[in-house]
């Protein structure tokens, strides 16, 4: 029997209909199209489907909807506000630490959780806050060298998504 | 992967969450963390007609206490970074802290609770698997068939039980709360473990884990927990090592040790032989003793695909070895204990 939740995504409230045996993820990417959110092992391994459900990393893929009633959830499309990336994801791009992209918004969303918690992390606790989230390109130094330099306020002016980041600039 | 149906209820008492699980019309079963049994439903090992949520359960079973006569006392649905950043528990429970964040990923930490850690099934790699995966193989004791593939020709199930959390508090000497339909009781977590792969605890329909009970710590007092696998993060415990003890008031010598190992049986497996280290020195031939026992003790099978049985069994030495080194140290450098 389909129940009523009412959550609040990325700032929004949103109320749905959902089945008991729904996920989380599977909410999020077919019913609220928010579809940055990656389903990936789908078994609590990879943490490509990391949102965060009241100031803590979750894994969306083993979460059920229907327990998330009145949660607070944080999807990668609420990250940048007002059309301006966020530090993080700044940080990412002029650190070269996305390749594919299919991690990337799982160990964002794992920084950010940290970074809100513990603004200025040792390394060591940078690379323990996005040990769940597994990266097959192998780019991990770049991953957490990028989540570093925010703490270390070395990325911090906010810019527009349209701006293109140094490391594409080329010489013709 | 999508979920099989069922029908879903959060009841707000316990005794109301009692009797849906009691109840064998319903076919129910509790979700507290939910981050194993979401799987076990995704693989069809589990298919309930009813999931009883905890979690809206009294805020006493959410709650973390501490008295230096009682000791810790923490609730079955405190998740398991709560516990680990809890000031006090980080203060006077080193070993614990190290247990609770060798477990999974920060993400599985934040979701998962302690009383379902402690209630976690035993794993098999010829049970843990898809659906698909099963098909190829006649089903083993755990599915209700009647062969092991794990040791041919065994009667019983041999499905290894990896938990983390419950040798550290083990070596602790915690007791559980379990409350059921009317009744309530208190008991050494040692004897919550039955030994049996299929079933691996001893609670019964309708009863819940509802506290975790740890004494208080000795003085001089020490441990560690020590954890084998292939990854940093994620992974069960291939072999895990808890180690703790307490020296005598104004001696250098040994006045109480236990030691549990996990990932080497189908229950956390206590070492008896620390026994022996009362009243003694710890150094050269006494530990070297200790993890010879344990080596003899521990029967590491093909339960896991990841390493040899062989090689976690010889591991057993080295990780003893290190861990009484560890919680020693903590001692002697006055630690936080």
Redo the contacts between chains.
Sequence with gaps: ?K?VVTLRVNGEQVELEV?????LLDVLRDDLELTGTKRGC????C?AC?VIMDG????S????A??CHGKNILTIEGLAEDGKLHPLQKSAIEHGAVQCGFCTPGWLL?AK?LLENNPSPTPEEVQ??V????CRCTGYQKIVDSILAVAEGKVHKPSKPSEEPACWKRDV | ????????V?PNSLTKACELLRDKKNKAIP?AG??VL??A??NRLKTPNL?V?L?NLPKSLHHIAYSPKQGLTLGGLVSL?QAANHTVVRDKYPIFVQALLSV?????Q??GTLGGNLCQDNLCVYYNRSPMLRQALEPCHKLGGKICHTISGSKTCWATYCGDVAPALLALQAKVKIIGPGSEKVIPLQKFYTADGKKPNILKPGEILTEIQVPPPRPRSGGAYLKLRIR???DYPLLGAAFWHSLRNGEAVCEEATLVLTGVERAPLFIQETETLKGRRLEGKIIEDLAEAAYRRAHPLHTVCELTPKYRKDMVRVYVREAVRLALQQVLKGGTL
């Excluded at chain 1, 789908?42 to 391994?45: G, K, L, P, T």
Aim: charge should be positive; hydrophobic fraction near 40%; proline fraction near 8%.
């Design positions: 029997m129940k089945r008991p045996n729904q996920t789908d078994s609590a391994v943490g990391t803590e990393p979750v894994l893929c083993m979460t059920l229907v327990r794992s959780a323990t806050s040990s769940g989230n597994l | 992967m999508k979920l099989p149906p069922f029908e879903y959060a979700i939910g981050t979401l799987m439903l995704k999931l949520d979690h970074r999974g990923s920060p993400q599985l934040a979701m940093k993060a994620i």
